[in-house]
């Protein structure tokens, strides 16, 4: 049934008096100025929807650049905060390290020097006792003679 349908349709074409008929050269020329009007709209058409786009894509850019600027404004704060933190950090530690370092030298220091004093005290004791004893031992025999020869 429909084969039929579209049989009756071809024949009603083939016998259109369109169908038979020549194109003239002034409808040649008719057809390319509609042709060049349509193609002429459609590169303004083009051309328009590409301006557009650069247009969207700019101020997309421009918006994104804002944005951008804005993130960088903030982590640059936050940078700047935190090496402010680190370097504050830095300082307490290195002060630390130099409070443990002289609780325990200056003592260390101190015993040094003492020990110091103290062996040269106990050279100077010695030297004195080894001079006494030399005094001591000229001394005897001197007291010796006068408590016999009085």
Known sequence: MKNWKNWMIVLFLLFAPSVYA?????????????????????????????KQTREYIDTKLAAMDAKLDGIEGKLTGRMDGTDRNLTLVVA?????????????GIPQFLLASR?????????????????????REELIPLLEDRIVKP
Do not use: C, F, H, W
């Open 22 to 50: 020549e194109l003239t050269p002034e409808d040649i020329l008719t057809i390319s100025g509609i042709v060049e009007k349509s193609e002429n709209r459609m590169r303004e058409y083009i051309d328009k929807s590409e």
């Open 92 to 104: 307490l530690v290195v002060g630390v390290m130099a409070l443990i370092v002289l609780a325990i």
């Open 115 to 135: 020990q110091r004093n103290q062996s040269a005290m106990e050279k100077r004791l010695e030297t004195m006792e080894k001079e006494m004893q030399q005094l």
